[in-house]
């Protein structure tokens, strides 16, 4: 089985700085997607960016990246230009691929980080 | 654009009643999830369905069941309530199995009494 760890349990930074949050994971498989998902106060779950275990570049989406170390199990989530906005609950989160044409394993998520951005 | 629907969005049950949950996936999407994420923690998985039939089970208890229908949306029978499944209950769907996004619903909300 396996497990990821969000060693942060609160942040806190000013607008527009930059914030960094961590995750590393623990997994025997080597075909995995991993994810950072959203939760604002609305309990709404957001996809933030998503990550294939196979594909070296590091995802962007906007002000977000991530720096995928697969060696360290180590998946951390930049985000530049912090905005009020973006206030949440952030959860890292694991998915085996089971198979390529469908299947569908369920998600392992960490514990989250609640990211607080200050004006 | 049309997102997952969940019903009820709130329901407030009494300890040993049954309670259904209803999820309405994203048209033509084919795999369904259902995690259940108590107060202050994070979501545990559940049970999901990828055409129709269950793909992968999570840590759902033995007195809670779940099916997907032909026209894909699923239900999540919960019975024998306790006060501990007090939770909110998500559904997620994606197209074609695990590794695409999965779009979330808005949860819903159980509290057993």
């Known amino acids: 089985a396996q497990t990821v760890t969000q060693s942060q349990p609160e942040m806190s930074v000013q607008e527009a700085e930059t914030v960094t949050l961590s995750c590393t994971y623990d997994t025997s498989e080597s075909n995995y997607y991993l994810f950072w998902y959203k939760q604002p106060p609305s309990r709404q779950m957001i996809l933030v960016i998503r990550q294939e275990a196979y594909k070296q570049q590091n995802a962007t989406e906007n002000r977000f990246s991530v720096n995928f170390q697969k060696a360290a199990k180590s998946f951390s989530l930049k985000i530049s230009d912090s905005q009020l906005g973006d206030t949440a609950m952030y959860f890292c989160?694991?998915?085996?691929?089971?198979?390529?044409?469908?299947?569908?394993?369920?998600?392992?998520f960490g514990k989250g980080t609640h990211l607080i951005i200050q004006p | 654009a049309a997102g997952v629907i969940q019903s009820p969005r709130h329901l407030i049950k009494e300890k040993r009643e049954t309670a259904t949950l209803k999820c309405y996936p994203i048209p033509r999407h084919d795999t369904v999830y259902w995690y259940q994420q108590g107060p202050g923690q994070d979501p545990q998985f559940l049970i999901s369905?990828?055409?129709?039939?269950?793909?992968d089970k999570g840590s759902i208890p033995d007195r809670f069941s779940a099916q997907q229908f032909s026209d894909y949306h699923s239900e999540l029978n919960m019975s024998s309530l306790e006060l501990g499944d007090s939770a909110l209950y998500f559904c997620a769907s994606s197209l074609e199995g695990g590794g695409t996004e999965a779009f979330f619903g808005q949860g819903t909300r159980l509290t057993v009494v």
């Open positions: 989160a694991f998915m085996n691929l089971m198979y390529s044409g469908g299947g569908a394993d369920g998600l392992t």
């Open positions: 369905f990828y055409e129709k039939m269950q793909s």
